[in-house]
């Protein structure tokens, strides 16, 4: 009686199982595929290496017990539909399944949702999403960018191989959209936009402006001018440095904002005395 009601079971969980892929209810909330790995960290399973990360680097796990899974070491997949774990390998070798319509043998990776336009990138040595044919890999950076910036981006070594500048997540392989700055750094494009609802509008990790901040300088010129410094304080200057262009220069000193001599820009800080920089100036500028 025992061993039947175990196959009882057993062959409703497979035929709900069957309804869930047939109607696309698969994977989980990162990918469409029909199969789950074992961690070759932990060798537990889970539905892919994004639901093993968030659970084993929760807050409810200890500091000590927190991993990521290594991708590349993976070795075991089950089956969605008839629970077989064997190798990784892109049809079942039970019930003959694919378990992925898009798979990479080098990334142990599977996803049914081919609309992403997947491709392996050799030089990064994962998987990227958005087609080849419109990504193009800087050595130097090391990383894929769109091919609209082949010509016009600048290089900075190893610009993703480091943590979001405003999160903190890693940025080689988040799946995050990605934006880079004019000044060659990475960041997340909703960090930028967040920034943006902050009236910040320049860089977190070198401080230059990432947009046409002319309109801002013409305004602060206007309250400068109409604002003059009293008698005792007109002959004073400051040597400032500007983060838009790197020099420095020696400034007539105002309570307002100082003006960089070189590109004009108000993105500047004083380097001898005083306060740091005008930044919550501009920000009062482009409310």
Not at 100 to 123: L, T
Not at 188 to 204: A, G
Not at 220 to 236: E, G, T
């Amino acid at each position: 009686m025992e061993t039947q009601r175990l196959a009882n079971e057993s062959s409703h969980e497979k035929d709900q199982a069957l309804i869930e892929l047939e109607s696309g209810n698969f994977g989980c909330p990162h990918y469409r595929r029909r199969c789950k790995i074992r961690a070759p960290c932990c060798d537990e399973i889970f539905d892919c290496r994004h639901c093993h990360n968030e659970s084993k680097n929760s807050m409810e796990v200890e500091a000590d017990n927190r991993h990521d899974v290594p991708r590349h070491d993976l070795k075991r997949v089950i089956c969605s539909l008839c629970y077989t774990e064997q190798d990784v390998q892109q049809h079942c070798i039970q019930c003959g399944v694919c378990m992925g319509k898009y798979f990479c043998s080098k990334c142990k990776f599977f996803d049914d949702d081919v609309s992403k336009k997947q491709f392996h990138c050799d030089k990064c040595g994962i998987c990227r999403i958005g087609g080849e044919e419109n990504f193009f890999h800087c050595n130097k950076c090391g990383c894929c960018y769109s091919t609209l910036m082949k010509d016009s981006h600048i290089c900075v070594e190893k610009a993703m191989h480091q943590n979001c500048p405003v999160c903190l997540e890693f940025l080689f392989d988040t799946m995050k959209d990605i934006t880079v700055l004019p000044c060659g750094h990475t960041i997340h494009l909703e960090c930028v936009q967040e920034m943006e609802r902050h009236l910040q509008y320049s860089c977190p990790v070198c401080s230059k402006s990432y947009c046409d901040m002319s309109g801002v300088w013409e305004k602060l010129d206007q309250q400068v001018a109409s604002i003059p410094m009293p008698q005792m304080y007109q002959n004073k200057t400051v040597w400032i440095l500007c983060n838009d262009c790197g020099e420095t220069s020696e400034a007539n000193f105002h309570i307002v904002a100082h003006k960089c001599l070189k590109c004009k820009s108000y993105n500047t800080r004083q380097i001898q005395g005083g306060s740091a920089s005008c930044s919550s100036r501009i920000a009062e500028m482009v409310r």
